[in-house]
Structures are given as C-alpha cells and as structure tokens.
C-alpha cells in the first residue's frame, strides 16, 4: 500500500473506529477523546496518510513531500502529545485499582486544560519491569510520537534512566537509586501525622502497623512515617507491634489477613496495642471482617486506621481512612511534565500534597483494661 492509498477509511479499519471519528480526530473535535485522538493520529503517521493538500503526518507534525517543515502541525496548534505508562494493567478486582483510577481522571482534566493528548499503555508487570530496555517499549514511546512521559508505578531505577535519556519523564514515586527526576506523591509524614494525632487524642497509647508485604515506595514511606511517629510521641518501638504475614508472592491479600488478625487479638491481650494503622484500606478491610469473626469489636476493644479512603465493602463500616489527593496527583503529574517539556534543565522538584483524615466508624477511646 503506497501513502496514496492511504484514506480516512484505513485509519478507521485500523483502529475499528468509524470515519467520522477519524475526521474529527484529525480536526482536533473536542467531541473526542484526548486518548482517541493521540491512536489516531498515531495511526495516521505509521501508515502515511496524507492531509488534502499534500502534508504527510510523521511524528506528530504534518510535513510537506519535500520534507521541509510547513503549513500548520500540531505543536503550533498547541497540542502537545502525551503518554502515560501504568503499571499492572486496568484491572478493577486490584487493591490499586481506584487509586489509579483517580490519579488518571486527574491527569485526563489536566491534559484537556493544557490542551494536551494523553495516550495510555497499560502493561503487565513483567512487560513495565523490562522497559529498560528501549526494543521493549510500547510503539508510541519508541518512534518518539509523544514529548514526554509518566510512569505510574514502581518503575526500576534503570527504567528511570533509560526513558530520561530519550524524554521529559515523571514518577509518582521516588526511589533511592533514582534521585534526579521530578516526583509528584502525598505526604505520608504528614498523613501519618494526622492519624496519630486523632488517635492520641482518643488515648491509645500502643499503637501498630499492618503490612501485608507491599514493595512500592510509598509503602515503605508510610512505614518510614510510621516509625518517626513513634519516636516524636515517645510511644514504645516494638518489633511485635509490626504485622509483616510475608512477602510470599503466592498467597493472597485474604491468606495473610487470617494471621495478621490472630497477632493483633495476641497484641490486644499480652501488650495492651489499642490501635493498628493499616497500609490501606483494601488491607484495613479484610482485617476487619477477621476481627468482627473472632469476636473482637471494632473500636470497642480497639481502633483501626486505613489510607486511600476505599468505600467499604458490603456488610463492613467505613474505616477512619487518609484519602489522598489523587486527582491533584494527577493534574499537578500533567502540569510538572509539560513545564519540563518546555525548560528541560531546570532542577527536578519533588512535588509533595496534603491528604485529607475522613473519620470513619473504626476508631474510637482507648479501651481500658479491667484489673
């Protein structure tokens, strides 16, 4: 097939779209995704398809047959193309799930705002862990059609390395062996902060933490201000006051939540802990439904703290929860990436933002031993 065979009618065979949609597309019709339009002009450039008077697409800028530059493109419409890379796929039975969900509805508002098109890849763990390598990355990042890009997850310091060295790139996440990139993330410390506080006001006095094993770092940040906590109340620093079931990657969420919830009826009666903070509610929730079963009551005998704010399921009461500012996340992500774009060797910044403490029905006083 030559380029002048390339019609409107292919594009829209090749997405399994319909013409009109790959007309308003290529007119920028607001009327269609931002997601939509990056695909089709996407396709457009891959298959050679040639605007009406002549210009071919080619990595987001429609050029002449003389290859010089000319005529109107994208860049001097003020559209910039942007990718995001999500990590574990869209899949709505994970713990994650609404926390992507949200950090993605914040950056799509953004993108709309600064007149940007996103294009979103969702890869398996597997397929996000082998990005360092450049003959693995989604078509989109590899011929360069977008200006830069956002990982949403846990991406390897090497990722890190490699996509900088091609584009703009900004993580939700820092880690230790990738320090020179722009982050945008919540403040566990003040999170963190917030939940000690109302619990010290309710007088717990002992109070531990789950985790069902996560490795993302801002896990191991909420751990992080977790233990900084316990040291600026003067609360007692025990290793039993800490709930690792395993890192085995073969058990279930629902597997680990049966012996973490024996360990905390154990703390409850041999060390008074009053209080537990979980890593989020997805794990706040499966060790309230193993309390409820043992006979123990949520916050009658103790309190149960969450983060991410989850609705509760079925039959359960809402936790006393951090909700975190995903949307903002998202849109400040947008907002960082396009003023890189634009000053590529200003100094990395690391955007943190205020979380919100929504009280639930799962804290309450300090229950007191009877002697």
């Not at 395993?246 to 209080?275: F, M, N, Q, W």
């Not at 907002?335 to 774009?341: D, E, G, Q, W």
């Not at 000053?343 to 007191?368: D, R």
Request: aromatic content about 6%.
């Amino acid at each position: 097939m030559t380029s002048m065979d390339v019609s409107q009618q292919t594009i829209a065979q090749a997405l399994n779209v319909s013409v009109a949609t790959v007309s308003r597309s290529l007119r920028n019709h607001p009327a269609i995704s931002s997601e939509t339009r990056a695909r089709v002009a996407e396709a457009a450039m891959r298959l050679g398809y040639k605007v009406p008077d002549g210009r071919t697409i080619t990595r987001g800028r429609p050029r002449r047959d003389n290859g010089r530059a000319g005529g109107q493109n994208f860049t001097s419409l003020g559209l910039a193309h942007l990718a995001v890379i999500c990590q574990g796929g869209a899949r709505p039975d994970s713990a994650h799930f609404v926390v992507q969900f949200r950090i993605l509805q914040g950056m799509s508002a953004a993108a709309r705002a600064h007149h940007a098109t996103l294009h979103i890849e969702y890869l398996s763990d597997e397929e996000f862990n082998s990005l360092p390598a450049p003959a693995t990355w989604p078509a989109v990042l590899r011929e360069k059609f977008v200006s830069g890009v956002i990982l949403l997850g846990t991406p390897r310091p090497e990722t890190v390395a490699a996509l900088q060295r091609v584009l703009p790139c900004i993580c939700f996440q820092r880690s230790a062996g990738a320090m020179e990139i722009d982050t945008v993330s919540e403040d566990n410390y003040n999170s963190m902060c917030q939940l000690f506080t109302h619990l010290m006001q309710l007088g717990h006095r002992r109070i531990g933490m789950v985790d069902f094993g996560y490795r993302s770092h801002s896990y191991r940040a909420r751990l992080g201000a977790f233990m900084q906590c316990l040291l600026e109340w003067n609360l007692p620093v025990e290793c039993e006051d800490f709930i690792f079931p395993g890192r085995d990657d073969l058990l279930s969420e629902e597997a680990k939540a049966a012996p973490a919830a024996e360990h905390v009826i154990a703390r409850r009666r041999a060390a008074a802990v009053t209080a537990w903070i979980c890593q989020n509610d997805y794990q706040g929730y499966l060790l309230l439904r193993h309390l409820h079963k043992s006979g123990l009551r949520v916050p009658e005998d103790i309190s149960l703290c969450g983060f991410d704010h989850f609705p509760p399921p079925e039959g359960l009461a809402p936790l006393t929860s951090i909700d975190g500012a995903f949307e903002a996340m998202g849109s400040a992500a947008i907002s960082r990436l396009l003023a890189r774009i634009k000053s590529p060797t200003m100094e990395p910044a690391n955007i943190l933002l205020n979380t919100n403490l929504c009280l639930g029905k799962s804290t309450g006083p300090a229950a007191v031993e009877k002697t």
